[in-house]
């Protein structure tokens, strides 16, 4: 490999401050274009408030909350999803999905059943169709209480 | 201050060496000096790739029920994780570009001629590897496109005449594209495939630092008939250049993040039909469409097997090229590999073009 | 004397437990000893050996104990056939007609036998054939009406749940297409107009989606000709009472439809715009006065006030169509870039339902009723217009950061490019 001559010239004092005023412009630069890839960086690495992915759990409210014989509408993902309290305590949860056409159902506390308005369709409070045109019974979640006891929230995930 | 750091570790850790090569590497001056960028760019973009990929494996989840939610959790609710997944994904496909411009520039002026046949052996490897991380890493975010591309690709392997099932059984870890398919590409993309590109590319480079840069021949013929050699010093002259380019390329990338962004895609449901025009990514279309192209029986044998044959032949020449170019080892010009060169370039560019248009 | 006396009340026990016995019928020899078989399955000609070995092989009254003479009489034990067929011990040879709906009355209309063998089935299913069409015109003499054999066979009779039984509910069909469908055998038949009894009800049935609800998705409790024509009662359902039919299903609609001015109106309720054999699935386009409507059958011109009734109901239910579409679309695209759009997919499922009501609401054929349920969807779209502006806010913002990087790229990249220059000229 042929040997370099000539490496720098000798300092040219007309260059010099235009040197240093473009050396400060470059570490501006190179410190704010490193900034700029930091910032997100870290800001990535910082876990989000919640960890879990919201398609496969959700919080569905304070189990204080929920009195017995009502149900009442959660956001699960990006669908609605129906927490219920039998009379005798017992904590479900549903998709409130109605699996005929797709209508979102409601809980009613005289029949204690769980109803859709688009066409009557009614199901049970184990999920299972009791008349009208819903062909399937309404998917079931596992419902879990998680916290200090007395401000426990239900925890809802897919089966 | 950086000097005396540099001083201290000088004193325990004989420097002088390295502080020579720095001062003494140059990088030749001529005509075609703008294809010495390629190399670094590609170098560049892996680095990019290495990182926001240890980013984004901190959230993704690798099993077929919890992929395509990790991928969607990462982009909507991790802070600028919409940036790093389509950093990442973009800049994939930004280094295959560069890979293989840095690969026909190489072919082209014929660096790989004596003494740096090694070089060249290394980078036809890392080409390869490279077109493994691109088509393991399409399948992680298990969504429909990527799962039917998988499907079809893997199909193809199976096509191989002589342990092709058992290669497609490895592939896929199992008859069909599952989970399994999924854990096994995990591990390719983000341990075996790093592993072995650390290896090559640290051979590739100590082989590129050791033997300099190469030179186009009529240079070389030149510099051989007494000719000096005008060069610039690598330090700072060239870095400053190379830091430039990769420069440019981050705000390229930051700008396709940010305007054109990767989709979600709908997620693998493996008992539906496969779309109609399923085609892999840009990088492998050329190949699918031939294959699509080839007639399903040539002269008894299945035109799939032959194909699958034919782009190996081809690999395999392209591996051996250093040692059957006798002309460019002697110095001379060699047209007939410039030709197959140019007919490669070619082959791929239109089949690209065509399969990208055609239905 | 000690011995006598419990002989004799062990004679008296025996004799009050034969006299107490009550007189039942009650299955005869077993069949296995049936001389009627043993005979019948020996003769060449197939019309009389293959009732015998069908019902050998498999059919629920044998099953339950009872043979040949429990139907035709006659005498099982005798093998000589004079014997066996004699008129004296009961002999009927083949019931038909009137004989044969008195025969198999003898015990499903008997309530206290039937408890015996299966106290949860009706017992009244000769009373309600009567009353039908086929019981009427056989009353009249005409035999080539459908008697109990004609849809449960006779010798290989199963169960109605068995899937094999020509009255399992996917065979029904084509049990009663059996002669609905013949030409030839309806021929002899006329409306009340004086036209020819139509024979495409089962091909029109086919078509329809009920028939496939009830084939290939599997729902056994989808409409058959029993459901609506009613099953032993059978007749087509009269007029006015066509909504009441459909209404055993489909509720809410025939509820609708029954406060609305079309019910006075209608002669054929429901069948008027959806069919009564080829019942399809109803899409917006029947709605209306455009090209596909049904509505212009009768309503025509900007001054009928039917059609603009028509006009309203189906321009709302569109423009909640369109801003359904246009949300929808929205939201897609957000949720690509990487926005998250959970809470705004959610509304706009709750905007669908509200389309799925109006159609339901339609029903009442009042645009009043209608408007009301598509405000209250057009404000939920509205919503999520709203929420997914700030969707794009967020996606404006982020421009706005990667403008700014870029800047700072770009001062970089214009100050290494002067610094190379600058380079450059010391080295030389």
């Known amino acids: ?25 470059l570490a501006v630069g190179f410190v704010s274009t490193a900034a700029a890839i930091a910032y997100p960086v870290l800001r990535f690495l910082a876990p989000p408030a919640n960890a879990e992915t919201e398609t496969a759990t959700a919080v569905a409210g304070k189990a204080g909350a929920l009195k017995p014989n009502s149900g009442v509408i959660f956001r699960f993902g990006s669908k609605p999803g129906i927490v219920v309290r039998t009379a005798d305590g017992d904590v479900r949860a549903f998709s409130a999905v109605c699996t005929h056409l797709d209508c979102t159902v409601q809980f009613k506390a005289d029949t204690s059943e769980l109803w859709c308005a688009c066409h009557n369709g009614t199901y049970d409070l184990g999920g299972n169709v009791v008349s009208g045109p819903p062909p399937r019974a309404l998917e079931k979640f596992v419902v879990n209480l998680r916290g200090e006891p007395g401000d426990e929230d239900i925890v809802v995930s897919r089966a | 201050m950086v000097q005396r750091v540099v001083d201290w570790v000088d004193e325990r850790v004989d420097l002088s060496g390295l502080r020579h090569f720095i001062a003494e590497k140059g990088v030749p001056v001529h005509t075609q000096k703008i294809w010495y960028y390629l190399g670094g760019m590609t170098m560049f973009l892996l680095a990019v790739q290495i990182f926001t990929g240890i980013l984004l494996l901190l959230y993704y989840r690798p099993s077929a029920t919890e992929a395509y939610e990790s991928v969607q959790f990462i982009v909507t609710r991790v802070p600028f994780g919409w940036l790093i997944r389509n950093i990442h994904s973009w ?61 079809v690709g893997t199909g193809i392997a199976g096509a191989v005449p002589i342990g092709g099932k058992f ?13 399994a398919t999924l854990s096994r590409f995990y591990g390719l993309h983000v341990a075996v495939l790093p592993a072995l590109t ?102 008894g044998f299945e035109g799939e097997h032959l194909g699958v044959v034919g782009f190996g032949i081809a690999a395999l020449f392209l ?20 030709v197959l060169a140019l007919l490669g370039l070619t082959y791929l560019v239109t089949f690209t073009i065509i399969g990208h248009y055609a239905r | 004397m000690s011995t006598a006396l419990p002989l004799r009340v062990l004679f008296l026990v025996a004799a009050l437990a034969v006299i107490a016995t009550p007189r039942t019928v009650r299955a005869q020899t077993p069949p296995a000893a049936n001389a009627c078989r043993t005979c019948h399955a020996s003769l060449t000609d197939a019309r009389l050996a293959t009732p015998a070995n069908v019902f050998a092989q498999q059919d629920i009254h044998r099953e339950s104990g009872f043979g040949c003479v429990d ?203 959806h069919s009564n054999h080829a019942v399809m699935k109803p899409s917006d386009e029947m709605l209306g006065t455009d090209a596909h409507a049904i509505c212009t059958t009768c309503h025509n011109g900007k001054d009928d006030k039917g059609a603009v009734a028509a ?28 926005i998250e759009t959970g ?45 997914g502006a700030r969707g794009v806010a967020e996606l404006q913002y982020r421009r706005r950061g990667l403008a700014l990087s870029l800047g700072a790229i770009l001062l970089v990249v214009v100050a290494l490019a002067m610094k190379i220059r600058q380079l450059d000229r010391t080295l030389r």
């Not at chain 3, 909640?320 to 939201?331: C, F, H, N, P, Q």
Request: proline share 5%; glycine share 8%.
């Open chain 3, 71 to 273: 139907c035709h009489g006659g005498d099982a034990t005798a093998a000589d056939k004079a014997r066996a067929h004699e008129a004296a011990r009961g002999f009927k040879g083949v019931p038909a007609g009137q004989v044969q709906i008195a025969t198999c009355a003898r015990c499903h209309s008997d309530a206290e036998l039937m408890r015996r063998f299966s106290p949860r089935q009706r017992v009244d299913q000769s009373a309600e054939y009567v009353t039908s069409v086929h019981g009427k015109r056989l009353a009249t003499g005409d035999t080539q009406v459908a008697t109990c054999a004609s849809c449960h066979g006779a010798h290989g009779i199963r169960l109605v749940k068995d899937a094999k039984s020509p009255v399992f509910p996917t065979n029904v069909a084509a049990t009663c297409g059996a002669c609905h469908a013949s030409q030839t055998h309806m021929a002899r038949y006329k409306l009340t107009n004086g036209s020819p009894l139509p024979t495409n009800q089962l091909a029109e049935y086919q078509r329809s989606v009920h028939y496939a609800a009830l084939t290939t998705g599997n729902d056994l409790s989808a409409p058959t000709c029993n459901d609506c024509h009613g099953n032993h009662g059978a007749a087509p359902p009269g007029i006015g009472s066509v909504a009441n039919v459909c209404g055993t299903c489909h509720a809410v609609f025939s509820q609708k439809f029954a406060t609305s001015v079309h019910q006075q109106i209608f002669d054929k309720g429901c069948v008027e715009c």
């Open chain 2, 167 to 179: 290669f497609l059984r490895l592939l896929r870890g199992g008859d069909d594209v599952t989970g």
């Open chain 3, 311 to 338: 006009d309203a109901m189906r321009g709302g239910i569109e423009r909640l169509k369109t801003a359904l579409d246009r949300s929808g679309a929205l939201v897609a695209r957000l949720r690509n870039a990487g």
């Open chain 1, 1 to 25: 490999m042929t040997r370099i001559t000539d490496v720098r010239g000798p300092l040219d004092p007309a260059d010099f401050n235009r040197r240093t005023f473009l050396d400060a412009v």
């Open chain 2, 91 to 151: 800049s994939a496909n930004l280094l295959m570009a560069a890979a293989f411009a840095h690969f026909f520039s190489v072919f082209l002026l014929k660096s790989y001629r004596k003494p740096r046949e090694l070089t060249w052996l290394t980078g036809i490897l890392l080409l390869f590897l490279m077109l493994g991380f691109g088509f393991s890493g399409y399948l992680l975010p298990w969504n429909e496109v990527s799962f039917f591309a998988t499907k």
């Open chain 2, 319 to 338: 591996v051996f090229v250093p040692f059957l170019d006798r002309r460019s080892n002697r110095g001379e010009n060699s047209p007939v590999f410039t």
């Open chain 2, 198 to 299: 650390t290896v090559l590319v640290a051979v590739h480079l100590l082989l590129v630092q050791r033997q300099g840069m190469s030179v186009p021949l009529s240079v070389e013929r030149r510099v051989k008939a007494g000719e000096p050699l005008r060069q610039m010093p690598f330090f700072p002259h060239y870095v400053l250049r190379d830091v430039l380019t990769w420069y440019v390329a981050i705000a390229i990338v930051a700008a396709l993040a940010a305007f054109y962004p990767w989709e979600l895609g709908k997620k693998a449901d493996s008992f539906a039909a496969v779309p109609p025009g399923i085609r892999p990514e840009w990088y492998f279309l050329a190949m699918f469409h031939t294959l699509k192209l080839v007639p399903s029986h040539v002269l």
């Open chain 3, 343 to 387: 809470a705004e997919e959610l509304a706009l499922g709750e905007a669908r339902v509200h389309l799925t009501l109006a159609r339901t609401e339609m029903h009442t054929f009042d645009p009043g009723h209608v408007e009301p349920v598509i405000a209250e969807g057009l404000k939920t779209v509205a919503n999520v217009e709203s929420a």
